[in-house]
C-alpha cells in the first residue's frame, strides 16, 4: 500500500494544487473551504487507488468496505457499488444478490439509485418487489422513474398495488412510466377502470409523452376509438408527433379509415406542418386527388415551403399529374397551374 501511495503522491499534488488555483480569488472561502475540497480530492484519491487495487488482485473486500462506510460522500459510494459489479453477467451469485438487496436499504439516494439501476441491468428478479417499494415512498421522483423502468420488464398482476401507488404521482414523467409498466398487462388481468383512469391522460393538460404512453397502452387493450384519435389530431396544443401518431392509428380502426378523410382534408388547409401534412396527403391522395380542396392545400403547403425531401418530391409529383407546373428553383418551390393551350 505505501508503494501504491508514493505512486499516487504526484497526482494528489497536482490535485490539490489545482484546487488551490481555482480557490484563490475567493479568499471568503478561507481555510476551511480549503481543507473541504482537500477533503473530497482525498476521498476520491483514495476510492481511485482501491478501484485500481480490484482490477489487479480481482479481490473487492477493500472496496466494499469502502461502499458500507457511511461516512464516505454517496456519491463516491454509489462509484464503489458500480466498480464491485462491473463486469458480472447475470444470474448473480447470491453473495452479490446479498449485497444489492442490503445497498437498497441505504440510507444515500446515490447509493440506493444505483443499486436499483443495477438489479435491472443484471436481471436480478428477485429483488423487484424491494425496487418497487420505492414507489410507495417519499422519494425524489427520478429514483421512481429508475424503480418503474428496471422492473418493468417483469411487470405481473401482483404489483399493482405499487403501480396504482405510481399512479397517484405528481410527477407527469412519474405517471409516464407507470403507464408503460402496466400496459405490459393483458387487459383482461386489469380492473375496467384502470383503463378509465390512463384514458384520463390523453387531456391535453397532461405532457405529451405522457399522453403518447396512454394512447399506446390504450391502443394495447383495443380501448380506442375515432373519438380519441379525431381530438388528438385536431388538439392544436399537442405535439406534432402525438398528432401524427394518432392518425397513424387511424389505419387499425375501421370506423377511422371511413371517418377520418374530412378531419385529414382539414390538416390538408389548415397546417404548415410536414410531418403532419405528410401523414394526411398519404391517407388522401388515392381517394382525394380530385378534390379542389385537397390539391390546393398541398399546392399552398409546397409554395410556402423551402423543404427538399422525399416528402415534398411526391408532393410535388402529385401536383404535376393534376396539371400544375412544379419547380424547385434557387431553394424554393415553384407552383403554377397550367395553361391550357389555345385550341
Not at 389548415?270 to 385537397?294: C, G, H, V
Request: no cysteine; hydrophobic share 45%; glycine share 4%.
Amino acid at each position: 500500500m505505501n508503494t501504491l501511495k508514493r505512486r499516487l503522491l504526484p497526482f494528489k499534488v497536482l490535485a490539490t494544487l489545482v484546487v488551490v488555483l481555482w480557490l484563490a480569488p475567493h479568499a471568503l472561502a478561507g481555510q476551511e473551504g480549503l481543507r473541504l475540497v482537500a477533503g473530497v480530492v482525498d476521498e476520491r484519491l483514495q476510492l481511485e487507488a482501491l478501484i485500481a487495487e480490484a482490477g489487479a488482485g480481482k479481490n473487492d473486500n477493500d472496496l466494499r468496505a469502502y461502499l458500507r462506510d457511511t461516512a464516505k460522500p454517496g456519491v463516491l459510494r454509489a462509484r464503489a457499488l458500480d466498480e464491485i459489479f462491473r463486469g458480472l453477467e447475470p444470474p448473480l451469485v447470491k453473495e452479490h444478490v446479498a449485497l444489492l438487496g442490503d445497498i437498497l436499504g441505504d440510507a444515500s439516494p446515490q447509493v440506493y439509485r444505483t443499486a436499483i439501476r443495477l438489479v435491472g441491468e443484471k436481471s436480478e428478479e428477485s429483488l423487484v418487489k424491494e425496487v418497487l417499494a420505492f414507489l410507495e415512498r417519499d422519494v425524489d421522483w427520478r429514483i421512481k422513474v429508475d424503480a418503474l423502468k428496471a422492473t418493468r420488464r417483469w411487470t405481473r398482476l401482483s404489483h399493482m398495488i405499487f403501480l396504482q401507488k405510481a399512479l397517484t404521482s405528481e410527477s407527469q414523467n412519474v405517471l409516464a412510466e407507470a403507464v408503460r409498466s402496466i400496459s405490459r398487462l393483458r387487459v383482461h388481468e386489469l380492473s375496467p377502470q384502470v383503463g378509465g383512469e390512463i384514458a384520463v391522460f390523453l387531456e391535453p393538460k397532461y405532457l405529451p409523452h405522457l399522453r403518447s404512453a396512454a394512447l399506446s397502452a390504450l391502443k394495447r387493450w383495443d380501448r380506442v376509438d375515432w373519438n380519441m384519435l379525431q381530438a388528438l389530431i385536431l388538439d392544436e396544443t399537442a405535439s406534432e408527433s402525438l398528432r401524427a401518431y394518432a392518425i397513424d392509428m387511424t389505419d387499425d380502426i375501421a370506423e377511422a379509415v371511413r371517418m377520418r378523410p374530412p378531419v385529414l382534408l382539414e390538416i390538408m388547409t389548415t397546417e404548415s406542418s410536414l410531418l403532419l401534412l405528410w401523414r394526411s396527403f398519404t391517407r388522401l391522395r388515392s381517394i382525394a386527388q380530385n378534390e379542389p380542396d385537397f390539391i390546393g392545400g398541398v399546392a399552398d403547403f409546397l409554395a410556402a415551403t423551402r423543404q427538399y425531401n422525399v416528402a415534398t418530391q411526391s408532393m410535388a409529383a402529385f401536383l404535376r399529374n393534376n396539371s400544375m407546373v412544379v419547380k424547385y428553383v434557387s431553394g424554393a418551390w415553384v407552383v403554377k397551374r397550367r395553361q391550357r393551350q389555345r385550341q
